[in-house]
């Protein structure tokens, strides 16, 4: 029987460390197409063609934790590349390295200040899932592994 994945156990890294103080985290996967319809065709045909990805997420404005509202504007100060890695369960992972490109604070009267963050895929996406790496080596949770990666193509 699928079990649904809590929300909470969704989470964006940065160079290995969590956002700080995050409320959302989408991931979006996205595909190019290149119109190859000619005059004959009745209807509009299009081949696939370049691939990216993008995550956007939201959080709380803190200036004493890591990643924080601070950190995150300095990577677009100076125009850091981080790797980038959302992770659920503890189970699956997908990473690649990634620009921030959008950072925005938010103040409404009497609430808590808050940020909304997106970051540009600049490579290729890998995606790992250690519990399927574990089993097919035959490794249990206890022993000393290596994440082993399947590359995907976005």
């Excluded at 005059?39 to 063609?49: A, F, L, P, V, Y």
């Excluded at 691939?51 to 509202?69: E, Q």
């Excluded at 080596?137 to 290596?146: E, I, P």
Aim: hydrophobic content about 40%.
């Amino acid at each position: 029987m699928a079990i649904a994945i809590n929300g909470t156990q969704m989470l964006v890294y940065i160079d290995g460390t969590a956002v700080a103080l995050s409320k959302t985290c989408k991931v979006s996967f996205l595909m190019n197409t290149s119109d190859t319809t000619t005059k004959d065709d009745d209807w509009k045909n299009s081949t696939g063609g370049q691939r990216s990805w993008k995550v956007d997420g939201d959080g709380l404005v803190a200036f004493d934790s890591a990643y924080n509202f601070s950190e995150l504007f300095t990577l677009i100060k100076n125009r850091i590349k981080v790797i980038l890695r959302f992770e659920c369960l503890a189970t699956y992972y997908a990473q690649g390295y990634a620009f921030l490109t959008s950072l925005d604070a938010d103040s409404p009267e009497n609430e808590s200040v808050s940020m909304s963050f997106g970051f540009e895929g600049v490579s290729a996406l890998i995606e790992v899932f250690i519990g399927w790496i574990l089993s097919m080596y035959g490794w249990s949770d206890s022993d000393t592994w290596l994440d082993t990666a399947k590359w995907i193509e976005y």
